[in-house]
């Protein structure tokens, strides 16, 4: 038997840290649970000491998921352990996930700490987290550019401390391949008691490198990897849980591991992510982009047709990419509907939610004609994402838009049940739109980003689109879906403008006195 390789996910924390990628606490339950469904083994929740709604989340990804481990991240401070083993209490299993930099760079500048410091304050973490669960983390921040020996002096420390996982993090991506790998090689052979836990590796992308390190790493003795749906995360991103499964899956021949995720559940818990997110999956996105099984060149397609193997290392159904449709229509009644929401893990709070989001699904049958899975998660991400609090609430929307003519909207919102109506031209009919209500929200906000991706296929198909707006310093990202893309663009606009008026925000993991 080959040796099991554990499936960090980071999504939730690390992937909500992609500027606009912020999600609440519904939205986290919800990947939680597609996450669980993919079989993940540690799903680190979030930062429960970054603010009130990060440990809310925690708290309720660990009542909701039973059959993953659930992690909070936490500083070398007392305050950030004590509150992650607040927050994970009601978990099946938890863990606890706490770091310090270990670079001179960053121990220097950052921290403004000796050596001796810092191991002291490492210990005294690892062994707070013991008094919660014996099942606790340790990463050295910037390990890629720490001094081995000061490396291999902490990381024995915190082992006897009571460390059971030690993730040896690529912070700013610096580090090659080769590079990597005999790092984790020389941790292993140098320090005494590394055979008491399990060597972890959480690779970030900026040099496009993540993927690469990781399963560098994985060669040379490390059997967790952190990872992210869809590579999401800070900066360039993280190593994509995708494509790490799938190599080691795929060339079982070359990695001396396995893991146990349940492949097929991939394409579906990308979607969720992408849509949840509003950060879409590029089109030649290995594993998971829509171009990732399609065969273009007649040579390929000829050799497809006669033996798939020519062309495919891996079949598309192994990953999910299968024509799963709902046959439900707009006869179709309630309980067929809850059925196959059940199948697709979404359960419903109260008959109130369920009859709203019924109600959405009926509205949606009488303007397309084929129902998708796709269209059923963006109607529950349109739904949870439209709080009763909401400032800003579209009412109607009337565009005017001809050849040889300057396009024109009228929009009507409601402003804190306050009715207004406004009206502006543009450059086409979404600029005029998002014009007209930037009118009456007086943001002042840079748009900074906008897109649009079909959910499914079909002329009728809906339209989903992100907005990411920016005001001091603060980014936000909105989305909204409709098979009409003004409308589209509208809801997603209004949707980015209510998270601007939001007063709470949320704290950097990385911020705060250390």
């Not at 979030?46 to 500083?75: N, Y």
């Not at 090659?176 to 972890?200: V, W, Y």
């Not at 399963?215 to 790490?244: D, F």
């Not at 891996?314 to 006869?331: D, F, I, P």
Request: proline fraction near 3%; aromatic fraction near 4%.
């Amino acid at each position: 038997m080959s040796d099991k390789l554990i499936i960090f996910d980071t999504t939730l924390r690390d992937g909500e840290q992609s500027p606009g990628a912020s999600m609440t606490r519904e939205e986290k339950v919800r990947i939680a649970k597609a996450l669980e469904r993919l079989k993940v083994d540690v799903i680190e929740a979030g930062f429960p000491a970054a603010s009130i709604g990060d440990f809310e989340s925690v708290q309720a990804v660990a009542r909701a998921v039973k059959g993953s481990t659930v992690c909070g991240l936490a500083r070398a401070l007392d305050k950030d352990i004590d509150r992650a083993g607040e927050a994970l209490k009601d978990a099946a299993s938890a863990r606890i996930h706490t770091f310090i930099a270990t670079s001179p760079i960053h121990m220097q500048r950052k921290l403004n700490m000796q050596p001796d410091q810092v191991v002291e304050l490492a210990v005294r973490a690892v062994q707070r987290a013991r008094q919660y669960t014996d099942n606790v983390e340790f990463s050295p921040e910037d390990a890629g550019r720490s001094e081995e020996d000061f490396l291999c002096r902490i990381l024995e420390a915190v082992i006897d401390a009571g460390a059971t996982t030690l993730n040896i993090p690529d912070t700013v991506g610096y580090a090659m391949p080769e590079q990597f790998g005999r790092l984790i090689a020389r941790l292993r052979e140098r320090i005494p008691n590394s055979d008491k836990a399990i060597f972890s590796v959480h690779c970030h992308n900026d040099l496009g490198m993540a993927v690469a390190n990781s399963l560098s790493a994985v060669l040379n003795g490390a059997r967790q990897v952190e990872c992210t749906i869809n590579g999401l995360g800070e900066r360039a991103g993280n190593a994509a849980l995708e494509e790490v499964v799938m190599s080691v899956k795929t060339r079982k021949d070359f990695f001396p591991c396995h893991t146990e995720i349940d492949t097929r559940e991939i394409v579906a818990c990308s979607k969720l992510v992408s849509g949840i997110t509003g950060f879409p999956v590029q089109p030649n996105k290995a594993i998971v982009g829509a171009n990732a099984f399609a065969h273009e060149s007649g040579i390929h397609q000829d050799g497809v047709l006669k033996s798939r193997e020519t062309y495919e290392i891996m079949q598309a159904e192994e990953v999910g990419w299968t024509a799963n449709r709902m046959v439900l229509g707009k006869h179709s009644g309630r309980n067929a509907f809850r059925t196959r929401m059940q199948e697709l893990g979404v359960e419903f709070a109260s008959e109130e939610e369920l009859n709203d989001v019924f109600y959405r699904f009926k509205q949606l049958a009488d303007k397309k004609h084929d129902i998708f899975d796709e269209d059923l998660q963006a109607l529950i991400s349109e739904a949870a994402g439209e709080a009763e609090d909401e400032r800003v609430k579209l009412v109607a929307l009337k565009v005017c838009s001809e050849t040889g003519e300057v396009p024109n909207a009228s929009v009507t919102i409601k402003l804190d049940n306050e009715e207004l109506t406004g009206s502006s031209s543009g450059g086409g009919a979404v600029d005029a739109s998002l014009k007209a209500i930037e009118s009456l929200v007086h943001t002042d906000a840079a748009l900074t980003l906008y897109s649009v991706n079909n959910i499914t296929s079909g002329t009728d198909a809906q339209g989903e689109v992100t907005v990411r707006l920016e005001k001091g310093g603060r980014i936000v990202n909105g989305q909204g879906a409709d098979t009409d893309i003004v409308i589209a663009s509208a809801k997603a606009y209004i949707n980015a403008v209510n998270k601007l008026f939001e007063s709470k925000q949320r704290t950097h993991p990385q911020v705060g006195d250390v």
